[in-house]
């Protein structure tokens, strides 16, 4: 059998997915108990968001499951949720949208991959990529564009903060030295430093993609209105080049794939012609269950009452744990997010490697995700392969018994790879 250029490259996995298939492979079976997993990328299981999306599915399917699961429906998004989607901004914002504002899809990964087709790759203009504006970012990203090559990233300003905090500063010069930009994608807050643009960074990429004439993707998938995992600098903002994707994945419904964008009709009328040519829409019945709560208010003071103070919480326990358990004598930085769902570190050592560190963790029964999996080609950028090889993620899903005992072998661990 003779795979294609593409065929070859979406056949094979990612360095972060080969590690997901190591960690499902080890969490199998009898031994399953035995392992700590602070890898996970799955959202915690808030019981008020499980019982809103229960009763809302419920409801759907009480009332009118012929109407949703047993047609077909338009490609751009079922009406009932595209009226929501329209109503809900403008309540929420003061936003004017109507349909042709709106592309929903199965999930807001397929969303920037359809767009990633759609506004990058070669062209009668030349090749244009994809650009991430500031790496580390969400590790999936590398895997939307179909051609090699596609996905750029540009490396951040590293600024130390105090004994063991540090932040990424956007580095919006070596930005705009880039002649080819198809598309921006960044998420804000981010996976997985939970670092949210602020306005001035927001500013400098609005002027850029006005100025270059490129979409600006935005993906809201931890930030508001929903779910407010991380916190942000300031309510989204319509603007002609920006496409704001939002997604219920972190809200709580995370296996029913469900996303959407919102923007410009020039910007969102070609997802919706890639969803009609591709998937032909996302599922109806989430579709449902979405307009429902978002129509209803639901959505909002399940955000507001638990999802947010939740994951605040478990920010605060995991800051708490390692100031009191990490060795004293390793140089490790926390970065200094605004939330989210990971706890992003660097250990800033010549002896540090975070897939060395992946592999002693994992022999004590621990998965950490490295951290060269959240930039592009690190090992092949000058000045960013010892900062991107020193660093690793921590999931804050965990329950705060496992998150304890994870932190406690992992400090174990530090003094054990240090000379």
Known sequence: MQLSTIGTKMAGLSGLRSIMEDVAACTAG??????LNLSVGNPALVPEARDMWRTALAEVLEEDFGGTSGSYGPSRGSHVLVEAIASYFHRTYGWRLGPENIAVGPGSQM??????????????????????????????YQGLCLHEGGIAGVPPRVEREGDHRFRYALDTEALSRRTD????????????TGRALDPVELR?????????????????AYGAPFPRIGETHGEPVLDDNVVHCFSASKAGLPGERIGFAVGAPRHIAPLASFMSNSVLHAPKLAQAALARVLADGRLDGVVREAITPHYQEKRRFAEKLLAERMPSDVDWRLHSGEGGMFCWLWVDHDWFDDVALYTRLKEHRVFVVPGRHFFVDPLETPGLTPHATRCFRLSLSADEATLTEGIVRLAHVLTTLRP
């Open 204 to 220: 400098a990429l609005t002027d850029l993609a006005a100025e270059r004439d490129v979409p600006l993707f935005l993906d809201q």
């Open 111 to 140: 969303v920037c991959f359809a767009a990633a087709a759609l506004f990058a790759g070669p062209s009668a203009g030349g090749t244009r990529r994809v650009v991430l504006p500031m790496v580390p970012d969400y590790t999936g």
């Open 30 to 35: 009898e031994s399953a108990g035995e392992w």
């Open 181 to 192: 930009i198809g598309m921006m994608l960044v998420s804000s807050p981010g996976n997985p």
